[in-house]
């Protein structure tokens, strides 16, 4: 198969470019008005429609909640039972993930002024969050631990996982990573009921703070529904990759670091730049030999047909300009000196640099937190992590002192503003002279 060729000297390279990325939303008016009924009815009936909902959409036989609920001796049952060579795997990611999450804390702060007046800030972690995880065949340990030891740095109190076993279907990794991590309850429930339950709370199934953590056009549909009711993390769209190479790297590293985001689903994308001409058509040659032999060769086929490019570019800053337009999830630098490069990166969720540095590193095990910002929201978001459940208070105590003086510019100001009470609240305040 031949993957789109772009090249930032054609005339119309803007506006294929723009073509290339754009995305459609997440839903559309059918999908909405199936999960705004199922929000209505968990909203409404609590229990009852959760179950008949898992009854419907995951084939469960569960007559009552206890059934749909998996009790602390089965995880650690789950994580006992690994073979050895597995539990080692998510013990050594799930330290590197708690080590690196560690340094992200924030801590209270506080100072005082000459006349005595306390300014700060009070940082508190949430009382309880929600992780939404993927089941059934497209079980993912690894977004467990990602989503669940972050709230654990952080202090969060309780921590919900929600997880679909359509038939009846566990996989045995991710409750083992839900002991590992500290989820405190799991539930067997998913889709957009899952999100109600933990939106509003059911007889069962308490009420969080924040949901958060990946999944299908329904549950991406339903976190947008009751945001504000709880606190979501984003909106994900598709999975991406952009590789920017100087021609250096060995062509089918760099055809299976397209494939790994590829493989994900068929609206994955994957994007090369490179200034190499001749490194392109390595790459192209490296890709139809390579894809034969992949598993998942119709997802990674079409994804490169539908959503990837190769782009030929002037130059290095022509090529860094790029990246920040398009402000990937996911970069790899797979240059000679790829920190040279970061000072005019401005945009992209998560930097992988240098020539080993393979991005499905940072999908299980390099540390830093795998869920990001996509569809170029890089531009404004960050990656999940422990500031994102942490809530800050601000502090302000005055002194005697410093209510007099500060009375006096608050009454000017609210008195500009016609607010009269919030004057005379101040002015109360003001020492005589």
Not at 351 to 368: H, S, V
Request: proline share 5%; aromatic share 6%; charged share 20%.
């Amino acid at each position: 198969m031949q993957v789109r060729q772009l090249s930032t000297q054609d005339a119309d390279f803007s506006s294929r470019l723009d073509a290339l990325l754009a995305w459609e939303s997440v839903s559309d008016p059918q999908v909405q008005a199936r999960v705004e009924d199922i929000l209505t009815q968990v909203r409404t009936r609590g229990d009852e429609a959760l179950i008949a909902f898992t009854q419907q959409f995951d084939r469960s036989q569960a007559r009552q909640m206890s059934e749909l609920e998996i009790s602390q001796a089965r995880l650690q049952q789950a994580l006992q039972g690994l073979p050895d060579a597995q539990r080692q795997a998510l013990e050594t990611a799930a330290e590197r993930i708690y080590r690196y999450h560690q340094r992200q804390r924030q801590e209270s702060w506080s100072y005082q002024e000459e006349d005595g007046t306390l300014l700060g800030q009070q940082v508190t972690p949430m009382d309880r969050v929600g992780i939404y995880v993927p089941g059934g065949k497209a079980a993912y340990p690894s977004s467990v631990l990602m989503n669940a030891i972050p709230a654990k740095v952080a202090g969060v109190a309780e921590i919900i996982m929600v997880v679909p076993a359509p038939g009846g279907e566990l996989n045995e990794l991710v409750l083992a990573a839900a002991a590992l991590a500290g989820v405190d309850r799991v539930f067997t429930v998913g889709g957009a009921q899952a999100v109600a339950a933990l939106a509003y709370g059911t007889e069962t199934v308490p009420k969080v703070d924040k949901i958060v953590g990946p999944g299908n056009i329904y549950v991406a549909t339903a976190k947008r529904a009751v945001f504000g009711v709880v606190g979501i993390d984003m909106i994900a769209g598709p999975s991406e990759i952009l590789v920017y190479c100087d021609g250096q790297t060995d062509p089918d590293w760099i055809a299976m670091d397209l494939f790994s985001q590829a493989e994900h689903d068929e609206q994955a994308q994957s994007i090369l730049i490179s200034p190499d001409a001749a490194f392109l058509q390595k790459v192209q040659e490296s890709v139809a030999k390579l894809l034969p032999t992949m598993e998942r060769q119709t997802i990674i086929d079409t994804s490169l047909r539908d959503r990837a490019a190769f782009i030929l570019v002037r130059n290095e800053t022509e090529g860094c300009e790029l990246i920040n337009r398009i402000a990937p999830e996911h970069l790899e630098l797979s240059v000679a000196d790829p920190q040279a490069l970061l000072p005019q990166i401005r945009h992209a969720g998560a930097i992988f640099m240098g020539r080993y540095t393979a991005e499905a590193l940072g999908d299980y095990c390099a540390g830093p937190n795998h869920v990001l910002p996509t569809s170029g929201t890089a531009r404004f978001s960050s990656p999940l992590g422990v500031y994102d459940f942490q809530k800050r208070s601000s502090l302000i105590m005055f002194s005697a002192a410093g209510a007099s003086e500060m009375g006096k510019v608050a009454s000017v100001l609210a008195r500009g503003e016609q607010l009269t009470a919030h004057a005379r609240s101040a002015e109360y305040r003001i020492l005589p002279d």
